[in-house]
């Protein structure tokens, strides 16, 4: 096997460094660039994310620009003034000034021969551009006659000149290719870049019976890669890694023991347990949790300033306070109790009660007034109604309501009155402004008792004396005769009567006795019971009845006056 040649890339960088001069190309000096996107050659990308020529480090830059770190910058400047003519001041550097080519990424669509448009930036109005890939070599081929066997590196350059890919190429003596070298290849490909610390790679076959391997260039330990992940590493023995010793991996967490996993240069973080500080004055008692430190929460911001403050805040880790967000201009805030004012908030944590506008409804407390509204300097009015109550204990109460009509309710049962009807009892309002009780009845069907309520459900029963007599034609008797009219209750058939004629001076005279049977007329015309009274005079007359043989006791006097003389 001879020594690996060195890829072309390589070999064209190296003769620019000891290029005495840079090529002006103005179209790319100044150009954004980055870690996606690569400078155009023969220029560079510097510190300050923009492509630059390649200088030898003695000067020989063109324009006046300054060598420093293999690369041509402008000249210092603070502003476009201190830069020459052409020129404009960029990140603190004089740099030519030429058009924006993009204000947004969907302006970049014309890359340049060996770069792509996916993934096309605008930076700076410069277009970003990522470089053309080379990662697909032609497979192993047997040269010679059978005797040579030429692979390609896995990584390839694109060619500036054609856009196409160049890959280095190494060739092996073979005592048979297709048998010794081109089979055992043909199945591997040393495309493994190891996040560009592995280049050129090259299949190399073995012995007889050997497996193939895969030989690269190695780049220098120290050297800056990309991880699988993304992240940032740097090259050691040919592999990406982050950290060449336990030092390098210190994340600054309590909650881990960091080491360097010495052989993939990659830190671990392996997680601890104990005590730890979060830094964030709103928890207390923090532990260590999966490599997280965690604390509990020690102050509860629920306590709000104001009416005008929102009732959720936060707390700030730094100082361990409650910070509260200010309620909306026009949110309501604390009722001053007066429905004639505009409880708001004014946005600014303060609330005002300015008088509502004349016109809007309220309520003045007094529910003897309606239709109330605001007079526009803070004070609730309504129009006046009187509600005065009903006479008598069961008539209606009448209250206001806020309404323009009185509301009227009837007392009910359990108010006593008095419904005139002896024969009830338990009287009690009736709910519609009436009084009414329990009825009963004192009827015993005797004629002969007076039958009487005592209006408490109870009944008295007095006897009756054959009395009640009265003549027909009223008081005063003048050419008609007397007749007696008997009470009811008696069942007697004969009666004593008695008369007295009252004197001119006022006296009665003796009276006269007589036995009558029912409506008997006392005064017949000519043949008359009784004597015919004096013209002109009062007469009186008592009955009583006899009932099986034994009178009772005597009516009282009837009274009448004789108003006329009457002759046969």
């Not at 390649?54 to 324009?63: A, M, N, Q, S």
């Not at 338990?426 to 709910?431: A, E, L, M, P, V």
């Not at 007599?469 to 050419?479: K, W």
């Amino acid at each position: 096997m001879g020594l690996l040649p060195r890829p072309r890339a390589a070999l064209f960088v190296g003769l620019m460094l000891l290029a005495p001069a840079c090529v002006s190309e103005p179209e790319l000096e100044g150009r954004a660039c980055g870690s996606t996107a690569p400078c155009p050659e023969p220029l560079m990308c510097g510190v300050d994310r923009t492509c630059h020529f390649l200088c030898d480090g003695f000067g020989g830059c063109p324009d006046g620009r300054v060598c420093a770190d293999d690369l041509c910058y402008g000249t210092p400047c603070a502003s476009t003034g201190d830069c020459a003519e052409g020129e404009v001041c960029v990140t603190g550097t004089c740099t030519p000034d030429r058009p924006p080519e993009c204000e947004e990424d969907a302006d970049c669509t014309l890359p340049g021969i060996c770069e792509i448009v996916e993934g096309a930036r605008c930076e700076q109005g410069r277009c970003e551009y990522r470089t053309l890939s080379c990662l697909d070599p032609p497979p192993a081929q047997c040269a010679g006659a059978d005797d040579l066997f030429r692979t390609f590196a896995g990584v390839g350059v694109c060619d500036p000149a054609t856009g196409g890919c160049d890959y280095s190429m190494m060739e092996t003596a073979c005592p048979s290719c297709v048998d010794t070298c081109l089979a055992p290849c043909s199945n591997l490909t040393c495309d493994d870049d190891a996040g560009g610390c592995k280049t050129g790679g090259f299949c190399e076959p073995g012995a007889v019976g050997e497996p193939a391997t895969c030989r690269y260039q190695l780049a220098p330990d120290g050297m800056a890669c990309t991880l699988d992940s993304g992240d940032p590493g740097t090259c050691k023995a040919g592999a990406c890694g982050i950290c060449q010793a336990d030092a390098d991996c210190d994340d600054g967490n309590a909650c881990t023991a960091d080491t360097c996993d010495l052989g993939a240069h990659v830190c671990r973080h392996a997680p601890v347990a104990g005590t730890c500080d979060d830094q964030d004055l709103c928890t207390t008692g923090d532990t260590c949790s999966d490599g997280v430190c965690r604390g509990q929460p020690a102050v509860t911001c629920d306590s709000p300033p104001g009416p005008c403050f929102e009732a959720a805040g936060r707390c700030d880790p730094g100082t361990g306070t409650c910070a509260y967000t200010t309620s909306v201009a026009g949110a309501p805030c604390t009722d001053d109790n007066r429905d004639c004012t505009l409880d708001v908030c004014d946005g600014n944590g303060a609330c005002t009660h300015d008088d509502a506008p004349a016109g809007t409804a309220c309520q003045d407390g007094d529910l003897c007034t309606y239709a109330d509204v605001c007079d526009g300097n803070g004070t609730c009015g309504g129009t006046a109604l009187t509600c005065t109550d009903a006479a008598g204990v069961c008539g209606a109460n009448r209250s206001c309501d806020g309404t323009p009509r009185c509301v009227e309710t009837f007392p009910g049962p359990a108010v006593s009155c008095d419904d005139g009807n002896a024969c009830s009892f338990s009287d009690g309002c009736n709910g519609a402004g009436g009084c009414q009780g329990t009825t009963y009845s004192c009827n015993d069907g005797d004629l002969c008792t007076q039958d009487t309520c005592d209006g408490q459900g109870g009944c008295s029963y007095t006897a009756l004396a054959p009395s009640g007599l009265a003549p027909t034609g009223g008081g005063d008797v003048s050419r008609q005769d007397v007749t007696l009219v008997w009470s009811p209750c008696t069942q007697a058939t004969q009666y004593e009567v008695q008369i007295q004629w009252q004197a001119a001076d006022g006296t009665w005279n003796a009276y006269y006795t007589y036995q009558v049977s029912t409506n008997t007329k006392l005064f017949y015309p000519c043949s008359s019971t009784a004597p015919s009274p004096p013209c002109n005079s009062d007469f009186r007359f008592r009955v009583r009845a006899q009932t099986n043989g034994v009178y009772g006791p005597f009516s009282g006097w009837a009274v009448f006056h004789w108003a006329a003389c009457r002759a046969c």
